[in-house]
T-cell receptor, first 113, second 115 residues
Framework: AQSVTQLDSQVPVFEEAPVELRCNYS??????LFWYVQYPNQGLQLLLK??????LVESINGFEAEFNKSQTSFHLRKPSVHISDTAEYFC???????????FGGGTRVLVKP | GAVVSQHPSRVICKSGTSVKIECRSL??????MFWYRQFPKQSLMLMAT?????????EQGVEKDKFLINHASLTLSTLTVTSAHPEDSSFYIC???????????FGPGTRLTVL
């Protein structure tokens, strides 16, 4: 069985400031790791993923996440946020390709001007 | 590419009626589809996994007779909420994936309100 913990349910941040969203997981097997973003009243969009290889993965809109196996973490960061980054962010894991996802509780990011 | 649609996007129904939600993969063939429900300000909870042409696998605590899932083709899965009650009101989200590939593609969700 797997579980995902997102320690912060809400993160207020000022525009152009950095943000870090924490994600820790537990699993008895190797996992794939994902970050999804959900804008109000919309479905989920894949932000980035770690499958293997380089532990630092990046998205096209400036987010990055680093897989740390020893700490079982996959924290998400952005050095400078925009108002448009206001959304809910979900960390998720799966045990195998195409397998079911286990989601964390989500972190609501509110970017203030 | 990899677009998943859901219909309807929003539905309001009376208690006791049944509601069908469709999930379609528009530009790819999905061997597996997943159904999630999301309560306000909460995370997604997997309800069931369906593979084309076979019976869905339900998660523990999900009533299979209440939430009927049909995956009749590689591009369509349906979720029918039978005899809906107010506690079934939720945001239902489907996702579609291809066997052996790592990414699921999510639909925009269907908001169900049962009066």
């Amino acid at each position: 069985a797997q579980s995902v913990t997102q320690l912060d349910s809400q993160v207020p941040v000022f525009e152009e400031a950095p943000v870090e969203l924490r994600c820790n997981y537990s699993s008895s097997v190797s996992v794939y790791l994902f970050w999804y973003v959900q804008y109000p009243n919309q479905g989920l969009q894949l932000l980035l993923k770690y499958l293997s290889g380089s532990t630092l993965v990046e998205s096209i809109n400036g987010f990055e996440a680093e897989f740390n196996k020893s700490q079982t973490s996959f924290h998400l960061r952005k050095p400078s946020v925009h108002i448009s980054d206001t959304a809910e962010y979900f960390c998720a894991v799966s045990e195998a390709a195409g397998n079911k996802l286990t989601f964390g509780g989500g972190t609501r990011v509110l970017v203030k001007p | 590419g990899a677009v998943v649609s859901q219909h309807p996007s929003r539905v309001i129904c009376k208690s006791g009626t049944s509601v069908k939600i469709e999930c379609r993969s528009l530009d790819f063939q999905a061997t597996t589809m997943f159904w999630y429900r999301q309560f306000p300000k909460q995370s997604l909870m997997l309800m069931a996994t369906s593979n084309e042409g076979s019976k869905a696998t339900y998660e523990q605590g999900v009533e299979k007779d209440k939430f009927l899932i049909n995956h009749a083709s590689l591009t369509l899965s349906t979720l029918t909420v039978t005899s809906a009650h107010p506690e079934d009101s939720s945001f239902y989200i489907c996702s579609a994936g291809v066997a052996g590939l790592d990414t699921q593609y999510f639909g925009p969700g269907t908001r169900l309100t049962v009066l």
